[in-house]
């Protein structure tokens, strides 16, 4: 593969203890590529451990997110190609050379596909691939793994997008679904992530949730009418059958059964105009992809 600038960034928050070999282990498999540890407003000594093993660090002053930190990683990147890895140890540095040799192929990112028996817990194996079948159904395109965030990307491209991505932790969400929908080519690669190090900064419930909506929100703005068009054939339905119901039992047509016959053309001229929106907001994505 022809050689290009590279970049790893680790958003970290907290993991001096990892950090200590795993960017040594970075540095053995890419010698030559810039490592960027953002450190986000981390109380242990996370900065400089990253800062005497090498790499450099990019300190937020207090906690923001791990998507600032991706955002402010790929704002201060200086390569071609940026690698995306969690800083916590998941992630095993071997397969950096493979995840670069699928994206030579002509692709603009390349995402780490977890197992199944990576998730550690049965509700996490659960809602991950529930997340996966809903962005699936959302964009259109085969989603393996939604919520990893070992990636491979194309710096120019991953940039057009980084007013879209959440500071939480689903920029890899929001960043697959807006590839997506600009045409950018996505491919899986299949790896197995190892138990991370310390305490995950998710909460299942809560951010679970947060991401659900996150999911509906993006999916709005990847492919409205795949939002809006069930539920307006839903409510549609609704009404119908109700109408049926109350016009062979009270041979009438109920104020029921109108207010669902107008929601359901409410909510399908909302995908309709939501639509055009959609298309617009990815124009120049696409026209720059043409060119």
């Not at 159904?137 to 793994?145: A, L, N, P, S």
């Not at 960043?175 to 197995?192: D, E, K, L, Q, W």
């Not at 809006?228 to 109350?246: K, M, R």
């Amino acid at each position: 593969m022809q050689q290009n600038s590279l970049s790893i960034v680790l958003p970290a928050k907290n993991e001096s203890n990892s950090l200590k070999s795993l960017i040594p282990q970075i540095k053995a498999i890419a010698p030559t590529a810039e490592i960027l540890v953002i450190n986000d407003g981390s109380t242990d000594d996370t900065a400089k451990i990253a800062s005497d093993a090498g790499a450099k660090v990019i300190t937020h002053p207090y906690s923001q997110g791990n998507g600032a930190a991706i955002k402010t990683g790929a704002r201060n990147a200086a390569g071609d190609i940026i690698i995306f890895m969690d800083a916590d140890g998941q992630h095993d540095p071997e397969d950096i050379p493979v995840l670069l040799n699928k994206l030579s192929e002509g692709y603009d990112m390349i995402v780490g596909a977890r197992s199944v028996n990576t998730h550690a817990s049965l509700s996490k194996r659960c809602a991950n691939s529930f997340y996966n079948k809903l962005a699936t159904f959302m964009t259109g395109h085969k989603i393996e793994d939604l919520t990893c965030g070992f990636r491979v990307v194309r710096a120019d491209k991953f940039r057009k997008f980084l007013y879209l991505l959440p500071n939480g932790f689903s920029y890899p969400t929001t960043s697959t679904m807006a590839f997506f929908r600009s045409g950018f080519p996505v491919a899986y690669i299949p790896i197995h992530a190892g138990v991370r190090n310390g305490k995950s900064h998710i909460n299942i419930m809560k951010d679970g949730f947060r991401f659900f909506i996150i999911i509906l929100r993006i999916g709005s703005l990847f492919s409205p009418m795949r939002l809006f068009l069930p539920i307006s054939a839903v409510i549609f339905t609704t009404g119908l059958g109700y109408y049926a119901y109350t016009y062979f039992t009270s041979n009438r047509f109920t104020n029921m059964s109108g207010v669902l016959f107008l929601a359901s053309l409410l909510i399908f001229l909302i995908g309709i105009l939501s639509e055009q929106i959609s298309s617009l907001h990815y124009k120049a994505a696409e026209d720059n992809r043409r060119t």
